[in-house]
Nanobody, 126 residues
Framework: QVQLQASGGGLVQPGGSLRLSCAAS????????IGWFRQAPGQEREAVAC????????YVPDFVKGRFTIFRGEAKNVVYLQMDNLRPEDTAVYYC???????????????????WGQGTQVTVSS
């Protein structure tokens, strides 16, 4: 059974940093792309970073490029989202998602995952 467990959200001041973690189980994380998405109240869910697990190629959209980084640690089943220089508009529920049939980070970020983890709240406020 595919499971994605997201954690690491919280309250942070503008300009601060947070690192989110997504632990994957029930499948081998060496082919499908995996990504982070967010949804603010009243807005559609949007992609913020995706990673191709077979070649480590990442895709990060322009609106967070230079501030958000996606990577895997030594435990290859955990994917991280490092968020720096956070802004109030980054406030949202953050989700990790994957599509077992999609290997491209770009395609995943422009498509829609078929598997989702539970969200973790990120609030940027002074």
């Amino acid at each position: 059974q595919v499971q994605l467990q997201a954690s690491g959200g919280g309250l942070v001041q503008p300009g601060g940093s947070l690192r989110l973690s997504c632990a994957a189980s029930g499948f081998t994380l060496n082919r499908p792309a995996i990504g982070w998405f967010r949804q603010a109240p009243g807005q559609e869910r949007e992609a913020v970073a995706c990673l191709s697990t077979n070649n480590e190629i990442t895709y990060v959209p322009d609106f967070v490029k230079g501030r958000f980084t996606i990577f895997r640690g030594e435990a290859k089943n955990v994917v991280y989202l490092q968020m720096d220089n956070l802004r109030p508009e980054d406030t949202a529920v953050y989700y990790c998602g994957t599509d077992l049939g999609q290997a491209s980070s770009y395609a995943l970020c422009h498509g829609r995952p078929t598997e989702w983890g539970q969200g973790t709240q990120v609030t940027v406020s002074s």
